[in-house]
């Protein structure tokens, strides 16, 4: 089940990410970018868990 969990918060926070990275503010920009980086991150870890088992 962890594996589900951490693509589906993966894709959210791509998603939010990739809509903060087009707003005028800066800082916001540096949020987005953060922020779909983060959900690579779990995506691959979902990946990861998908392959060894929710037991890791």
Do not use: F, H, W, Y
């Not at 594996?3 to 926070?13: H, M, Q, T």
């Not at 939010?16 to 779990?42: F, V, Y």
């Amino acid at each position: 089940m962890g594996e589900l969990v951490d693509k589906i918060k993966g894709n959210v926070n791509e998603a939010i990410g990739e809509l903060k990275q087009k707003s005028d503010n800066p800082e916001t920009r540096a949020e987005g970018q953060a922020q779909e980086a983060k959900g690579k991150a779990q995506q691959t870890a979902g990946k990861v868990k998908g392959a060894l088992g929710d037991d890791i």
